[in-house]
């Protein structure tokens, strides 16, 4: 009996809808540090710590009070990969992983500086910001000049726009090993993502039991990192289908 064309191209699109996205079709790149970060101090809130190695979040309720903190990741190493990988416009993102670690990554430590709280597990939130202008600064506690980011600033990080990206749960897992976060992929995270420009998050306590200390880009070693993973844009492996559909169809006219 010989098969139909229409037959041949629907198994293969049956073929199609059961490909995995994951194994070889993927591609990951990891951005291995931020490209500007820091912490933000409830207690000294006209004050920049854009030079210190750690980044702290905790909640005001702290013996040390409230921190927050504020990374910034440029993607431009990511999407040149994936346009040379793909061409342009061929890829899209399936997965972004915030990747942390700390020298004070167990529940208990206490840090060096007497300024920063007891490290606790606990829950904390993570806000994507539109604005990338803001400026880290070298301050290692002193006045946020030249525009430099501190607590009082707060409010100019969130005037362009933000989205909320959820809550997390910071389990201390030990002193410098990467505590991974699956980030959602909303809208603007993923636009933002895809331009090969600056990504910025910010980060916030969520309950009055985290005290989260990871290092900044300043460290030493493991320094903030966002991994991106990618797979073909289907309409791309739709063609190919096609494609291969249509060879198919014609072997089986010849034989």
Known sequence: MKTTPSILITAVFGLLATWPLAGKADTSFTVNNSTADSFLSGNAPTLNYGGAGTLAISSVSSPKGGFDSVLKFNLAGATSQFNSTYGVGNWQISGITLKLASSFGTSGAVPSNNNLNTVSGGNFGITWLAGDSWLEGAGGGNG????????????????????????????????????????????????????????????????NQVSYLFNSRSFASANPQLVVTVIPEPSTRALAALSLGSFMWLRQRKS
């Open 144 to 207: 946020a000049a030249n525009g430099a980011v501190s607590f009082n600033s707060i409010s100019s990080l969130f005037a362009s726009g933000s989205d909320p990206l959820g809550t997390f749960t910071y389990t201390p897992p030990g002193n410098n090993v990467y505590a991974s976060y699956t980030l959602p992929l909303t809208t603007s995270l993923l636009s933002d993502t895809a331009t090969g420009g600056d990504v910025s998050l910010y980060f916030f306590a969520a309950d």
